[in-house]
C-alpha cells in the first residue's frame, strides 16, 4: 500500500508556471506507474498525464501537451509535475495516483479506475 500527498498547488497568473508534487510514503515506490489527474468544479476528473516505473516512458493529455512535464525521482519517493504556459481553464485540483501495473506504452493508463491509491489534491488556480 501507499500513501500519497499532493503539495505546491496555489494562485498564478495566466502564463506562469507553477510545479507540484505528490510525495509517496512507503518502500515501492519504484514498483507503481504515477498518473496526475485533474478535476474542475462542475466537470469530470481529467487524465493529465503518467510516468513509468523508470521514469523513461511518459504519456500526456492533449490539452497539456507541450505545456506540462512529468517527472520523478524514485530516490525521493516524489513525482513532480511542471506546469509552464498556464491558462484560467487549467484552474482545477490536481490528484497524483499510483497504479500496481506496468506502463504498457502500447496503452498507457489514461483512465482514473486504473489506478489504486490517490492523493488528496492540491488547488492551482490560474487568474486571467
Known amino acids: 500500500q501507499v500513501q500519497l500527498v499532493e503539495s505546491g498547488g496555489g494562485l498564478v497568473q495566466a502564463g506562469g508556471s507553477l510545479r507540484v508534487s505528490c510525495a509517496a510514503s512507503?518502500?515501492?515506490?519504484?514498483?507503481?506507474?504515477m498518473g496526475w489527474f485533474r478535476q474542475a468544479p462542475g466537470k469530470e476528473r481529467e487524465f493529465v498525464g503518467t510516468?513509468?516505473?523508470?521514469?523513461?516512458?511518459?504519456y500526456y493529455g492533449d490539452s497539456v501537451k507541450g505545456r506540462f512535464t512529468i517527472s520523478r525521482d524514485n530516490a525521493k519517493n516524489t513525482v513532480y509535475l511542471q506546469m509552464n504556459s498556464l491558462k484560467p481553464e487549467d484552474t482545477a485540483v490536481y490528484y497524483c495516483?499510483?497504479?500496481?501495473?506496468?506502463?504498457?506504452?502500447?496503452?498507457?493508463?489514461?483512465?482514473?479506475?486504473?489506478?489504486?491509491?490517490w492523493g488528496q489534491g492540491t488547488q492551482v488556480t490560474v487568474s486571467s
Open positions: 512507503g518502500r515501492t515506490f519504484s514498483s507503481y506507474t
Open positions: 495516483a499510483a497504479d500496481i501495473g506496468p506502463f504498457l506504452s502500447a496503452q498507457p493508463p489514461i483512465r482514473s479506475y486504473e489506478y489504486d491509491y
Open positions: 510516468i513509468s516505473r523508470s521514469g523513461n516512458s511518459i
